[in-house]
């Protein structure tokens, strides 16, 4: 890896976030048209399907013991958890608020290795942890006539994700991308199915409309986490990681063009502070680390 590699890299991280930009789209619309449940589980099948041929095709076996206890067991629970309260919300508060409060997602991770890891964490990029939750509080706006109640499901996805990522760093290395891919696609299609059984909901008939989007979603996916994967393995992270962010610009663009919904400036200032603390925090780790 070089620096030259960087600004390659910085490309396939934006078009990675733009792809998954276009997944939540799909998704949104999937999931109002049909049970989010049912939604979860067809993803999960046909992603299941094309990484395990990835995955046989490198040589990686996928039912194996170490894929399935340990950090790698609780990195497929926490994702097939994740997604459940993610898809429902998406179902349910508009597209933008959803991708905002998903930005926190590096704060908590930082947050968790400082608790759980023992990563030592200093008072400044602590102080950005909070600045980042006060605009997570101003984008739900708790107390007021505009609390999104249902946000609290992508609150919780983050919190979620976090163990995904915590427990992926602390996995033996011998433990290949994409068996880890496969078994987290596998994990959705029972998630789903457990979904619907608690919403009392069952599986419908899927039209030319419907197929369009859970088509859509599965190819942009399978592009963002390609190009998401590649991108940081070709360039530093501390250059290619903030480029994260820019999800939210395609999200707030798609949702705008095809959703209609117009971001309000409790969710601009929101969004603003946790991209910001965000940003201050990657900076600073890469300061720390280049010391």
């Not at 919300?89 to 926190?104: E, F, G, M, R, Y």
């Not at 971001?263 to 600073?284: E, K, Q």
Request: glycine content about 10%.
């Amino acid at each position: 890896m070089s620096s030259a590699d960087n600004p390659r890299a910085a490309g396939l991280m934006v078009a990675s976030m733009a792809a998954f930009a276009f997944e939540d789209l799909f998704l949104k619309r999937a999931a109002i048209a049909l049970p989010p449940g049912q939604v979860i589980a067809m993803m999960g099948a046909g992603g299941a399907v094309v990484f395990w041929l990835i995955a046989a095709h490198l040589g990686q076996p996928i039912l194996t013991r170490r894929a399935l206890t340990g950090a790698a067991a609780l990195r497929t629970l926490s994702e097939a958890g994740a997604t459940m309260l993610y898809i429902t919300a998406l179902a349910l508060i508009p597209l933008t608020v959803n991708s905002a409060l998903l930005q926190a997602s590096p704060l908590v991770v930082t947050m968790g290795a400082a608790l759980f890891l023992g990563e030592t964490v200093g008072w400044r990029r602590w102080s950005a942890i909070a600045v980042g939750f006060l605009g997570v509080l101003i984008i739900l706006q708790p107390g007021t006539d505009g609390f999104r109640i249902a946000g609290l499901l992508t609150v919780a996805c983050v919190a979620i994700l976090a163990v995904r990522d915590l427990s992926t760093r602390v996995m033996a290395e011998s433990i290949g991308t994409f068996q880890l891919t496969t078994w987290a696609y596998l994990s959705l299609v029972p998630a789903g199915w457990l979904l619907m059984a608690v919403q009392g909901q069952s599986a419908q008939a899927v039209d030319p409309s419907q197929w369009f989007d859970l088509t859509g979603a599965l190819i942009t996916g399978l592009f963002g986490y390609y190009a998401v994967t590649a991108a940081m393995r070709l360039g530093d992270v501390s250059v290619v990681a903030p480029f994260r962010y820019t999800r939210l610009v395609f999200a707030m663009i798609l949702a705008m063009i095809f959703l209609g919904e117009r971001p309000d400036a409790w969710m601009l200032t929101g969004a603003a502070l946790v991209i910001g603390s965000g940003l201050y925090t990657f900076a600073r780790e890469a300061r720390i680390k280049r010391r």
